[in-house]
């Protein structure tokens, strides 16, 4: 029952900064992972960074250096910095969370709804 809510999507130039966030909505028992996926038509999901409970980060090697995940734990929120945006930048971006709904169930994933990101040239 868990939905997670995006924002922060948009249009932007080339070179430009983007912030998107990721909350779940009503409140939940503990999130693991979190992080951020994107997709382009007739392209497969591709990981673009997730960060744990506990801070640790992985980001994909073509955002590298252009990009920062962070969370508030006390918010269960996550945020991704972009900066120095390029047109292959543009996709859907989903975010994503391994939530535990309270204490008697297992951590499940979920999937936000998805937000558009175009970065112009």
């Known amino acids: 029952q868990v939905q997670l809510v995006e924002s922060g999507g948009g249009l932007v130039q080339a070179g430009g900064s983007l912030r998107l966030s990721c909350a779940p909505s009503?409140?939940?028992?503990?999130?693991?992972?979190m992080g951020w996926y994107r997709q382009t038509p007739g392209r497969q999901r591709e990981l673009v960074a997730d960060?744990?409970?506990?801070?640790?980060?992985n980001y994909a090697d073509s955002v590298k250096g252009r990009v920062t995940i962070s969370r508030d734990n006390a918010k269960n929120m996550v945020v991704l910095q972009m900066s120095s945006l390029k047109p292959e930048d543009t996709a859907v971006y989903y975010c994503?969370?391994?939530?535990?709904?309270?204490?008697?169930?297992?951590?499940?994933?979920?999937w936000g709804q998805g937000t558009q990101v175009t970065v112009s040239s």
């Open positions: 994503y969370a391994d939530v535990r709904e309270d204490y008697y169930r297992p951590y499940l994933n979920y």
């Open positions: 960060i744990t409970i506990r801070g640790n980060t």
């Open positions: 009503g409140s939940v028992f503990s999130i693991n992972v």
